[in-house]
C-alpha cells in the first residue's frame, strides 16, 4: 500500500516571502500521479498542482511550483511571493495511474498547516 | 463551472440515530469517491462507485453503506451513529478511465455526533 508522509506539521511564512513544504511517499508503483491540495479554513478541498510521475518536468502554476525527485520519492511545493490567502492547510496526495474504474483513490498525508505572517 | 455539490453542509445527529448524505458529481463525471476527514485530521478514503457499480472501498465501518443512483448522483448512508463519526464528509467527482483528470471535491458536509 502507498504511503504518504508530511514531516512539517506547521510552516510559517513571511509575506512576500518563499516557502518549501515537504513531502515524501513509499511507493512500488512506477507510474502514478501527485498532488497538492490545499483546505483554507472554509475547509474545502482546492487542488494548487498536480504531477505526473512520468514527467520529467517540474509542474508550475503560478507562483506554485513543485521539486519532484522520483527516485528520492520526494515531492515537495514551493510557494513564491506568500500572500495571506496561502494561509491554510496543506497536503499532498498520491493516486495510483492505472487504477480501473473508481479504483484511483487519494492516499493523503498528515498535511501542513501554513501560516503567513504580514 | 458546475462543481460537485452535497447536501447537507451541517448535520447534527445524536447517538444511535441515522444519516444520510448526498451527493451530486460534476454533470458526465462517472466516478464518485467518499472521503472521511476527522478533527485535525487527513481524509479518509471510504467507498468509490464507477458507473453505478461498487468499485473499491476503504475503511468504511459495517454501519456505513452507500450507492450510486441512476442519475450519478450518491448517498451515503450512516446508522447506529457514533461519537467517533463526528467528521467532514467529502464527495468527489471524476472522469475515471487511466485519465489524468483530478477529483474535484465538494463542500463537505459537517456531522456532528451529540
Known amino acids: 500500500a502507498q504511503t504518504v508522509t508530511q514531516s512539517q506539521p506547521e510552516m510559517s511564512v513571511q509575506e512576500a516571502e518563499t516557502v518549501t513544504l515537504s513531502c515524501t511517499y513509499d511507493t512500488s508503483e512506477s507510474d502514478y500521479y501527485l498532488f497538492w491540495y490545499k483546505q483554507p479554513p472554509s475547509r474545502q478541498m482546492i487542488l494548487v498542482i498536480r504531477?505526473?510521475?512520468?514527467?520529467?518536468q517540474n509542474a508550475t502554476e503560478n507562483r506554485f511550483s513543485v521539486n519532484f525527485q522520483k527516485a528520492a520519492k520526494s515531492f515537495s511545493l514551493k510557494i513564491s511571493d506568500s500572500q495571506l490567502g496561502d494561509a491554510a492547510m496543506y497536503f499532498c496526495a498520491y493516486r495510483s495511474l492505472h487504477g480501473v474504474g473508481g479504483s484511483e483513490k487519494l492516499v493523503f498525508g498528515k498535511g501542513t498547516k501554513l501560516t503567513v505572517n504580514p | 463551472a458546475a462543481g460537485v455539490i452535497q447536501s447537507p453542509r451541517h448535520l447534527i445527529k445524536e447517538k444511535r440515530e441515522t444519516a444520510t448524505l448526498k451527493c451530486y458529481p460534476i454533470p458526465r463525471h462517472d466516478t464518485v469517491y467518499w472521503y472521511q476527514q476527522g478533527p485535525g485530521q487527513d481524509p479518509q478514503f471510504l467507498i468509490s462507485?464507477?458507473?453505478?457499480?461498487?468499485?473499491d472501498k476503504g475503511s468504511i465501518p459495517d454501519r456505513f453503506s452507500a450507492q450510486q443512483f441512476s442519475d450519478y448522483h450518491s448517498e451515503l448512508n450512516m446508522s447506529s451513529l457514533e461519537l467517533g463519526d463526528s467528521a467532514l464528509y467529502f464527495c468527489?467527482?471524476?472522469?475515471?478511465?487511466?485519465?489524468?483528470?483530478?477529483?474535484?471535491f465538494g463542500d463537505g458536509t459537517r456531522l456532528s455526533i451529540l
Open positions: 462507485f464507477y458507473e453505478k457499480m461498487q468499485s
Open positions: 468527489a467527482s471524476s472522469l475515471s478511465g487511466g485519465t489524468n483528470q483530478p477529483q474535484h
Open positions: 504531477q505526473e510521475a512520468y514527467k520529467q
